[in-house]
């Protein structure tokens, strides 16, 4: 199985960038279609994006779309979550997961449809 651990979350202003890092160990990235999902306080966890098991596709929440780009890096065994245009509603918990693929290019949105999950990385956004 694989373990997974983000990274790269922190405090910044609405309008900021900044780059989430999900580093895998025990199998790699290609083996597994990969998203991302939020949770903000008091809230559900909600899905941002979603890289198919070949990386063909990518698939966003209409919240975040042309904001964030999700890619993976295969010989760093890396799942990256680029965030452009922050805005404090941005403000969560950041999980990275892996789904034992159902299809070369079939994107994940449910999270229930996930097999491995990280610890999460907290984002920030000030207003």
């Known amino acids: 199985q694989v373990q997974l651990v983000e990274s790269g979350g922190g405090l910044v202003q609405a309008g900021d960038s900044l780059r989430l890092s999900c580093a895998a160990s025990?199998?790699?990235?290609?083996?597994?279609?990969m998203g991302w999902f939020r949770q903000a306080p008091g809230k559900e966890r909600d899905f941002v994006a979603a890289?198919?098991?070949?990386?063909?596709?990518?698939y966003y929440a209409d919240s975040v779309e042309e904001r964030f780009t999700i890619s993976r890096d295969i010989a760093k065994n890396t799942l990256y979550l680029q965030i452009n245009s922050s805005k404090p509603e941005d403000t969560a918990e950041y999980y990275c997961?892996?789904?034992?693929?159902?299809?070369?290019?079939?994107?994940?949105?449910?999270?229930?449809?996930?097999?491995?999950w990280g610890q999460g990385t907290q984002v920030t956004v000030s207003s």
């Open positions: 997961a892996a789904s034992l693929p159902t299809g070369f290019e079939t994107v994940v949105a449910a999270a229930g449809a996930y097999d491995y």
């Open positions: 890289i198919s098991y070949k990386g063909g596709t990518t």
């Open positions: 025990g199998r790699t990235v290609s083996d597994y279609a």
